[in-house]
């Protein structure tokens, strides 16, 4: 069983940045690619941005150019550094490993993200 820890969300003003962390319980990120993912109130969830075993990544284009995917796998972290944050952005954020159809698989509980104008 994996499991995964979101942290770092919080309220932050247009234009600031936040980092994200996931933390797993092993030494997965060398095996599984990994998602980030967003839900906004009344939205669908949204893949925003991927990281591959090795350490190929791909970006929504709403993100791209001010969202940054990383890994450090000694520490079983991934992060996601957010800047230029928009109000838009707000939703919950998630992470996730993915499967070989690239779908989610084993999911962290979430941390809030809020950017207000």
């Known amino acids: 069983q994996v499991h995964l820890v979101e942290s770092g969300g919080g309220l932050v003003q247009l234009g600031e940045s936040l980092r994200l962390s996931c933390a797993a319980s092993?030494?997965?990120?060398?095996?599984?690619?990994v998602g980030w993912y967003r839900q906004a109130p009344g939205k669908q969830r949204e893949l925003v941005t991927t990281?591959?075993?090795?350490?190929?990544?791909s970006y929504a284009a709403s993100v791209k150019g001010r969202f940054t995917i990383s890994r450090d796998t000694a520490k079983n972290t991934v992060y996601l550094q957010m800047n230029s944050l928009k109000p838009e952005d707000t939703a919950v954020y998630y992470c996730?490993?993915?499967?070989?159809?690239?779908?989610?698989?084993?999911w962290g509980q979430g941390t809030q993200v809020t950017v207000s104008s």
């Open positions: 990281i591959t075993s090795s350490g190929g990544t």
């Open positions: 092993g030494n997965i990120f060398s095996f599984y690619a």
């Open positions: 996730a490993t993915l499967n070989s159809g690239g779908l989610g698989y084993y």
